[in-house]
Nanobody
């Protein structure tokens, strides 16, 4: 079992920045590929960014590419999402997720690939 806990959400003005953290416990985080998803009320959860277990490979949704950066510190069992140039349409509950993988370079963008999820953190961007 892996437990995930997000933090760092909040209220920010358009154009501002936030950094989300996802702290993992229960298993060796190094063995898990990870990702960020987000969900707004009444809509399906959508992919934001993914990172391989080594951190060497990343992938972004087109709507956030160039503004968001996913990273991880395996020594601290923590993953991050740096969000810059935030827009009102980025308002959502953000979730981190992780799944065991034997490949150091692979990442996953499908929601149903992930086995473990955090409880979510609210990000609100005002115009």
């Amino acid at each position: 079992q892996v437990q995930l806990e997000e933090s760092g959400g909040g209220l920010v003005q358009a154009g501002g920045s936030l950094r989300l953290s996802c702290a993992a416990s229960g298993r060796t985080f190094t063995n898990y590929a990870s990702g960020w998803f987000r969900q707004t009320q009444g809509k399906a959860r959508e992919f934001v960014a993914a990172i391989s277990r080594s951190g060497a490979n990343t992938y972004y949704a087109g709507s956030v590419k160039g503004r968001f950066t996913i990273s991880r510190d395996n020594a601290k069992n923590t993953m991050y999402l740096q969000m810059n140039s935030l827009k009102p349409e980025d308002t959502a509950v953000y979730y981190c997720a992780t799944v065991y993988t034997s490949s150091s370079g692979i990442y996953y963008i499908r929601e149903d690939t992930y086995d473990y999820w955090g409880q979510g953190t609210q990000v609100t961007v005002s115009s």
